[in-house]
């Protein structure tokens, strides 16, 4: 108890001489935790149903039925299932912006919770064995410093209880951003750029593979792919936000 009172006092403390501000719109986050104030998360708009039942893109409209999209009909995906937590819109948008270009690694425990609550929300009935995250090639991880997938994976694994193989996976040869490729070109792209760096550690695994951002799904399909000719058991996808 007496420890917990220390660390809120450090914590206030550390909120006067260092006022943290909100990640979307630059506000003081003031008593709120972390770093997303209460208008910019009550404004996100969360992936909601109807969505397919794959991939979990979802679609306007009402339809009252489960269905498979189209394109997970065309090119089936490595992975078992995909589900994400936030649209990629507004607020989320600059605040994704804000930790994978930025800097703002800070993010990544606020981003986290979503990711499990995501995760407690539609894979309630899938028991999983490590979470894994899509890689960065060495040089651009070099560049950036960090891989963002990989705090969030940790965040993530910390929260369920199980462990996170951040370096299960390599990208052994370097891509172009996939921001502003149509999708064809993104499968392109990505296609045969993972590898598992010790297939027998995957055998017989269900690995919950995360990443940031989701938009047609190619490279958590790629990665998914390269896991399960590891033989891994299953593959589940993870975003935080879906374009």
Not at 129 to 154: F, G
Not at 184 to 212: I, T
Request: proline share 4%; glycine share 8%.
């Amino acid at each position: 108890m007496v420890r917990l009172r220390i660390v809120d006092l450090l914590g206030g403390l550390t909120d006067i001489l260092y006022p943290r501000r909100c990640a979307a719109c630059g506000r003081s986050v003031g008593n709120e935790p972390g770093h997303i104030c209460w208008d910019c998360r009550a404004g996100a708009e969360s992936v909601a149903a109807p969505f397919c039942d794959l991939c979990g893109d979802p679609v306007e409209g009402g339809v009252e039925h489960r269905f498979v999209c189209s394109g997970c009909r065309r090119w089936p995906p490595g992975f078992d299932v995909a589900r994400s937590a936030m649209r990629h819109r507004g607020a989320f948008r600059r605040i994704m912006h804000e930790m994978k270009y930025n800097r703002h690694t800070a993010l990544a425990r606020d981003l986290s919770e979503f990711l499990y609550n995501c995760v407690a929300m539609h894979y309630s009935e899938l028991r999983f064995d490590v979470v894994a995250c899509v890689p960065l090639h060495r040089a651009k991880e070099r560049e950036r410093t960090y891989n963002q997938s990989d705090l969030l994976a940790r965040g993530l694994a910390a929260r369920l209880g199980i462990p996170a193989a951040a370096r299960c996976m390599v990208r052994v040869r370097p891509t172009v951003s996939q921001s502003g490729l149509k999708a064809n070109e993104r499968r392109r792209n990505v296609h045969r750029a993972f590898a598992v760096r010790d297939p027998g550690w995957v055998e017989g695994r269900r690995v919950l593979l995360v990443d940031d951002v989701m938009t047609t799904g190619s490279t958590v399909s790629e990665c998914a792919w390269a896991l399960k000719n590891a033989r891994a058991a299953q593959v589940a996808v993870a975003t935080v936000a879906r374009g």
